[in-house]
């Protein structure tokens, strides 16, 4: 079984904050997703990664994808209230993943004003 | 296109009874996830599918869950004795093949008593 770990698992910040949160794994990773989940709803896909060592930027999202595809992390300059949700990654891992899948258990981000 | 649609949103059963998941994917998106998330244990993958076919049942927890995909636009995941232990959010996703992603549906919220 492959070990995917997120952390922190909570994270409480104020409004203009940077924060980062990471994914790490054993395994390596064919490419992975990061989504954001509000409550009540389904996660959103925010961003995929695919080659090791790439750096993608959503507004004041930057993600990074580990040289040896094993981790991640995601950064978010000046958070805002509108941040706030669980951010769960999610890598297709090369040996035996198919096309699935596998979902770490999120951090929970809150910002407050 | 009116996304994933989930239903019922929210269901109530008493243990030992019968549960049954609906959902409806987006029209061309060929394969079907099903996710059950918990706090404990974050979002797992149930089952997906395909162009209909089950791929990988191997999340199922036990004999007492099954999903069945009849036509490309409709699939459902029965339980069947319900227990307390299965209370939680089931999602559907469906996946577009074209960019990678996977479009989740709202949930399912199921409680059993």
């Known amino acids: 079984t492959q070990l995917l770990e997120q952390s922190p698992q909570f994270l409480s910040i104020q409004e203009g904050e940077n924060l980062t949160v990471y994914c790490n794994s054993s395994?390596?990773?064919?490419?992975l997703q990061w989504y954001r989940q509000e409550p009540g709803e389904g996660p959103v896909l925010l961003v995929t990664?695919?080659?090791?060592?790439e750096v993608k930027k959503l507004k004041r999202l930057t993600f990074q994808f580990g040289d040896a595809r094993k981790d991640s992390s995601l950064h978010i300059t000046a958070a805002q209230p509108g941040d706030t949700g669980l951010y769960l990654c999610?890598?297709?891992?090369?040996?035996?993943?198919?096309?699935?899948?596998?979902f770490g258990t999120g951090t929970q981000l809150k910002v407050e004003l | 296109d009116a996304g994933v649609i989930q239903s019922p949103r929210h269901e109530v059963t008493e243990m030992g009874q019968e549960v049954t998941l609906r959902c409806k994917p987006i029209?061309?998106?060929?394969?079907l996830f099903w996710y059950r998330q918990t706090m404990m244990r974050g979002l797992e993958l149930l089952i997906y599918?395909?162009?209909?076919?089950?791929?990988?049942d191997s999340g199922m927890p036990e004999d007492r869950f099954s999903a069945k995909m009849p036509n490309a636009s409709f699939s459902t995941l029965k339980i069947q004795p319900s227990e307390p232990r299965d209370s939680a959010v089931y999602f559907c996703?469906?996946?577009?093949?074209?960019?990678?992603?996977?479009?989740f549906g709202p949930g399912t919220r199921l409680t059993v008593l």
């Open positions: 599918f395909n162009n209909n076919v089950p791929i990988d």
């Open positions: 996703a469906a996946r577009d093949r074209v960019t990678d992603t996977q479009y």
């Open positions: 029209s061309g998106h060929d394969y």
């Open positions: 990664v695919v080659t090791g060592g």
């Open positions: 999610a890598p297709y891992i090369l040996t035996g993943g198919g096309n699935k899948l596998t």
């Open positions: 395994s390596v990773f064919s490419s």
